[in-house]
T-cell receptor, first 115, second 111 residues
Framework: DSGVTQTPKHLITATGQRVTLRCSPR?????VYWYQQSLDQGLQFLIQ???????AKGNILERFSAQQFPDLHSELNLSSLELGDSALYFC??????????????FGPGTRLTVL | DQQVKQNSPSLSVQEGRISILNCDYT??????FLWYKKYPAEGPTFLIS?????DKNEDGRFTVFLNKSAKHLSLHIVPSQPGDSAVYFC??????????FGDGTTLTVKP
């Protein structure tokens, strides 16, 4: 158990809909990262927040947005969903704002299925 | 443009033998490298790392080697055990902390 929690574990929805994925980082960790893993592919970095502020952005679609709240939990919002958005979405946390030596601690993931 | 590549999608070895997983990168700005291990239905977990100023780091059965001139790193597991069967991701960090992951290699260790 990494100490990072993600809800829900599974989510099935229809095209065009909007969903929210939630992540609680490890106690004391200030950074939260979001990744997308499509079938048989690697982890694609989406976005990072540090202490409530956006710190780094990856290949995140405009239909996707995220935020980190004062209690440090984070939410990833996915809207106008398409079939290709079906994937595993992982959240990770790390203690600091993101330096070379940061190790990230991953949650168990949310499996999103868009029908 | 895939900056971190794991060219072998899968690897099968016999229990007790050495497993060697490879990773190549293209970005010279990467200065820290990590290996993560992932079991089905779980998130990746950190395994071992190496700084770009080193060429080897060892932790028990796991050793990571870095060849900066070739932009290549490898993870050696010896002896391999059935419990090592998992997907292994190579990751490379910049000094801004951004991690770039490879596509993973599925290791199967046969008893």
């Amino acid at each position: 158990d990494s100490g990072v929690t993600q809800t829900p574990k599974h989510l099935i929805t229809a095209t065009g809909q909007r969903v929210t994925l939630r992540c609680s980082p490890r106690s004391g960790d200030l950074s939260v990262y979001w990744y997308q893993q499509s079938l048989d592919q690697g982890l694609q970095f989406l976005i990072q927040y540090y202490n409530g502020e956006e710190r780094a952005k990856g290949n995140i679609l405009e239909r996707f947005s995220a935020q980190q709240f004062p209690d440090l939990h984070s939410e990833l919002n996915l809207s106008s969903l398409e079939l290709g958005d079906s994937a595993l979405y992982f959240c990770a946390s790390s203690p600091q704002q993101g330096t070379s030596t940061d190790t990230q601690y991953f949650g168990p993931g949310t499996r999103l299925t868009v029908l | 443009d895939q900056q971190v590549k794991q060219n072998s999608p899968s690897l099968s070895v016999q229990e007790g033998r050495i497993s060697i997983l490879n990773c190549d990168y293209t970005n010279s700005m990467f200065d820290y490298f990590l290996w993560y291990k992932k079991y089905p239905a779980e998130g990746p977990t950190f395994l071992i790392s190496i700084s770009s100023i080193k060429d080897k780091n060892e932790d028990g059965r796991f050793t990571v080697f870095l060849n900066k001139s070739a932009k290549h790193l490898s993870l050696h597991i010896v002896p391999s055990q059935p419990g090592d069967s998992a997907v292994y991701f190579c990751a490379a960090n910049t000094n801004a902390g951004k991690s770039t992951f490879g596509d993973g290699t599925t290791l199967t260790v046969k008893p």
